[in-house]
Structure formats: C-alpha cells, structure tokens
C-alpha cells in the first residue's frame, strides 16, 4: 500500500455535488470574459444606450463572480489550486508556442 496521497482531480472530485460545483467553477471562469461580450453584442443588437449596455454587462459579471466564488468555496482550496495551476500551464503554454511561430516567421 502506497503512502502517497492522491490529489489529482478525479480523487478530489469525488462526490456528485463536487462534480457540479466544478462544472460551474470552470463555466464561470470562462464566463468572466464570455458574459459581459455576450451581453454588450447583444445590447448592441438591440439598440440599448452605452450606459444600459454597461449596467447590464456588469450586472452580469457580478452575478458570475457570486458563482465563481460559490463554487471555489464549495470545491475547497486543494481544487481551486489544483485547477488554477493547470489553467496558467495552459496559458504559459500557449504563449511560448506563439512566441516560437514569431521566431520562426522572421
């Protein structure tokens, strides 16, 4: 028996509720910038004035920050660093594959 422990994702995600609050966790944390756009392009759609646009947008992005931070609370600090640290992986990574096509353009 091994004495390491096991704090990968599937291990700390372990029960239905969990399940769920990550899903909202990472639909928020995509939201912050997918809402407030969403909104403005539709507002401007529909003819609303600049200032009913950035009442509604921020509306919006309130609303997303109370389940961000809902979820993270219910998820717990282990998964919330867990997933963060993946995220600026993701990103890091990203940015070095661009600044390598930029190099190899010249």
Not at 7 to 28: E, N, S, Y
Not at 53 to 64: K, R, T
Request: aromatic fraction near 10%; hydrophobic fraction near 45%.
């Amino acid at each position: 028996m091994s004495h390491q422990s096991n704090t990968g994702i599937t291990a700390l995600v372990d029960t239905r509720f969990k399940k769920t609050a990550l899903a909202v966790f990472i639909a928020t944390n995509v939201g912050m910038v997918a809402v407030p756009a969403s909104l403005a392009s539709y507002g401007a759609s529909q003819g609303w004035t600049v200032s009913q646009i950035a009442f509604y947008s921020s509306i919006g992005f309130v609303v997303n920050e109370v389940f961000l931070f809902g979820s993270a609370a219910c998820l717990g600090k282990p998964i919330v660093i867990l997933i963060t640290a993946e995220i600026k992986r993701l990103f890091k990574q990203n940015t070095n594959n661009k600044k390598g096509r930029k190099s190899d353009n010249q």
